[in-house]
């Protein structure tokens, strides 16, 4: 069977890329926040992942509010990166795996979830940031991502999203899907969004340490129990855009129950948000 070897979470803040993309990763307000990464890039250079899964949302480049799937899975060839308003990202398009991506889709939607199907699709900076924190900017003599990215879209920004525990499910339906393709494959699950951030209103700007640190904590030791935060509290807590979070409930119910901690980063600010990360590697 293939076999889903760790989970990832990062934020995905789209200033982020900004500074990786102007070479601004050492200027004193950003080197703090990318020398969380170190770590690991080194991990991800050594554990080679064949595809990762990238559990992500859209921030209206691929769909609108014309068209708002909750759960969207990229079964194309390739995914060229979305221009934001600045032009697309200077970052190599990303390669999928149909082959695996199909055959999620065609057990999640058979174990009764309903998976939007995209053949076609740009991707912003909700998958193009985290690509780029993990493994660094590709040189130009060698411009393309070291591995293949199956994009898995969720609905976060227009209510309703789905909730925690529909995620959580989501995610352990993933590793059955994953765990009943062909033997050979190495694969990750990364979440991204979060953490606790509102970017408008009299509460922009909102961080609450406390409940991401909590929320860390959990996905560790108590990953039941997050999946039964309600939307409100979210919202309450960690902002408007807190919500995010919840796709990082995907990744940890594609992980077994024992999935260890290996490195957790934690940053205030990036933009107007804070930033977190963990790595858990399954046993
Ligand atoms: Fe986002």
Same mark, same amino acid.
């Given at each position: ?16 890329? =900004? =500074?990786? *993309? ?11 926040? #990318?020398?969380?990464?170190?770590? &690991? ?14 559990? %992500? ?12 799937? /909750? #759960? ?34 065609? &057990? /999640?939607?058979?174990?009764?979830? $309903? ?13 193009? +940031? ?18 293949? +990215? ?6 976060? +920004?227009? %209510? ?17 899907? +994953?765990? &009943? ?17 509102q970017?408008q209103g009299?509460?922009a700007g ?5 409940? *991401?640190? =909590?929320?860390?904590?959990?996905? /560790?030791? *108590? ?9 409100? $509290? %979210?919202?309450?807590?960690?902002? &408007? ?16 129950? *024992? =999935?260890?901690?290996? %490195?957790? #980063? ?18």
């Open positions: 069977m293939a076999r889903i070897v760790a989970g990832v979470a990062t934020s995905h803040v789209p200033a982020i890329g =900004a =500074a990786i *993309d102007q070479g601004k990763t050492q200027e004193p307000y950003w080197q703090p926040l #990318f020398a969380g990464f170190e770590f &690991s890039k080194r991990w991800i250079a050594e554990q080679k992942p064949d595809v990762v899964v990238l559990v %992500y949302n859209d921030h209206a480049s691929a769909f609108s509010l014309e068209l708002i799937p /909750t #759960f969207a899975i990229g079964c194309a060839e390739s995914f060229a990166p979305a221009d934001e308003g600045w032009g697309p990202r200077p970052v190599p398009v990303v390669e999928g795996h149909p082959e695996l991506a199909w055959h999620i889709a065609q &057990s /999640t939607i058979l174990d009764e979830f $309903d998976m939007t199907i995209v053949n076609r699709m740009e991707v912003d900076h909700g998958l193009t +940031v985290p690509l780029s924190l993990m493994f660094g900017q590709p040189a130009a003599s060698n411009f393309h991502w070291p591995c293949k +990215v199956i994009p898995l879209a969720v609905n976060v +920004v227009q %209510y309703p999203p789905p909730t925690g525990n529909r995620c959580w499910n989501l995610g352990r339906a993933i590793r059955k899907a +994953v765990e &009943s393709f062909a033997p050979g494959l190495k694969v990750m699950i990364w979440g991204t969004g979060g953490m606790s951030h970017l009299p509460r909102l961080i609450n340490r406390a409940f *991401d640190t =909590a929320f860390l904590d959990g996905l /560790t030791r *108590d990953p039941a129990a997050l999946a039964r935060i309600p939307h409100v $509290d %979210y919202v309450r807590e960690a902002g &408007s855009e807190g919500i995010e979070l919840v796709m990082w409930l995907i990744m940890r119910g594609a992980l077994a129950a *024992d =999935a260890r901690e290996i %490195y957790r #980063f934690y940053h205030v600010p990036a933009s107007n948000t804070a930033v977190g990360h963990i790595i858990l590697e399954n046993p």
